[in-house]
Every structure is written in C-alpha cells, then in structure tokens.
C-alpha cells in the first residue's frame, strides 16, 4: 500500500509570499500530524489532527502558520507572508490511533517538503 | 512537561560490530510509548523500534534492541552488526497523553567499512 506523500518535496519562495504544503496520509489513518525540522531547532511538533476533533494548534510558531485537514483525509499546511526562520523540512506524519494496542500509535512519516525561502 | 535527551550528537562504529545509542526522557506521565526512528540521507523516517511503557520486558527487532529502565527514564538503542546501511540520524520520541511526539536532538552514526 502507499505511504504518507508530500507535495511539492522542494520549494523556493520569496520573504513575504504565501506557501501552502500537501499531505496525504495514509488511507484509513485516522490521526495526521505535523512536524518542523530544522539545523538549530532539531524536530518540533506544529500541530495535530485526530478524526473529527478540533486539532491541536500548541506547537504552530506563530499566526502565520496554519493547517487544515479536508474530509478526515488530505492536510494542507499554509504559512502566510513567509520569513527566513520558515526555512525548513516539514514532516508530515500518520497513525491509527483509538483502536488500541502499540501499533495504532506508530506514526508514518512522509519524505518531507523542503522549504527555502529567499 | 516532558524533554527528551540525546547526549550523543555523533558517533561511529566499525562495520559487523555493536553500538549503543543513549535517550534519556522526563515525564510525569506513568502510561506512554517510546520510538526510536532512523533518518538516512533520503530524509525519510523509518521506524526502527518502539516499547511500551507498561512492559518490562526489552523490545527486540532482528539487530535492533532497547535497553528501557523505566525508574532512570532510559531508554537506548543497541544495534548489533552494524552494516553500512544503518549510517542515519537516530531520533529518540516520546509518545504521551497528548499525541504528538517529542524528539531529541538526534544522533549521528556513522558505519565505517
């Protein structure tokens, strides 16, 4: 079966233009997430969709950085006004969780966007 | 809230022989997951092993096993016969009550021929 795929896998923007990432995870997961990875920030969590619940926006740096997850399958990340700082590999991530047991909450990575803003 | 501790940023091994890997974490939480992911080049993560917290016994997974004392918040990798295709970062992550994972800052292994 497919893994979790990213879209566009690099992208170069200007400071100040809007950016939007794709995720598709993987069919029937029920949980998406997702991560930053940068050189002086190491991973970091932006923020987490479980089903039908509102998501968990505590790790999204700022109000630039927002995320939607359209029909429980496909997730969008969107940084507006893009900065340097955004300069990094965004992972997205899913998993089964609530159906019990160790494996509903391994999480399955895609190949990361890398992000370069100019 | 809870940390996770890599306190190796490199390390290297010769090719057939064994290596541990040390992750360190804090929680007050009694109940959570453990994982240890392998980055390669490739940029891809791959799930190399997890544990529970509420089992004793180690997780085994072919040449990857993890050396969990729950009381120190330990949790290692060691990998046996080390072959050239485990040269990767490796990523210690905690898993909690809240869903998200937390990593440490990662490992760099290098396997030298």
């Known amino acids: 079966g497919a893994g979790v795929s990213q879209s566009p896998s690099n992208k170069v923007t200007e400071k100040g233009k809007d950016v939007e990432l794709r995720c598709d995870p993987i069919s029937g997961h029920t949980a998406l997430y997702w991560y930053r990875q940068s050189l002086g920030q190491g991973l970091e969590f932006l923020i987490y969709f479980q089903g039908n619940s509102a998501p968990d926006k505590s790790g999204l740096p700022s109000d630039r950085f927002s995320a939607e997850r359209t029909g429980g399958s496909v997730s969008t990340l969107t940084i507006q006004r893009t900065q340097q700082e955004d300069s990094a590999v965004y992972l997205c991530?899913?998993?089964?969780?609530?159906?019990?047991?160790?494996?509903?909450?391994?999480?399955?990575f895609g190949p990361g966007t890398r992000l370069t803003v100019t | 809230a809870q940390t996770v501790t890599q306190s190796q940023p490199e390390m290297s091994v010769q090719e057939a022989e064994t290596v541990t890997l040390s992750c360190t974490y804090d929680t007050s939480e009694s109940n959570y997951y453990l994982f240890w992911y392998k980055q390669p080049p490739s940029r891809q993560m791959i799930l190399v092993i997890r544990?529970?917290?509420?089992?004793?016994q180690n997780a085994t997974e072919n040449r990857f096993s993890v050396n969990f004392q729950k009381a120190a918040k330990s949790f290692s990798l060691k990998i046996s016969d080390s072959q050239l295709g485990d040269t990767a970062m490796y990523f210690c992550a905690f898993r909690g009550s809240q869903g998200n994972l937390i990593f440490g800052k990662g490992t760099k292994l290098s396997v030298k021929p």
């Open positions: 991530a899913s998993s089964l969780v609530g159906t019990g047991g160790l494996s509903s909450y391994e999480q399955y």
């Open positions: 544990q529970e917290a509420y089992k004793q």
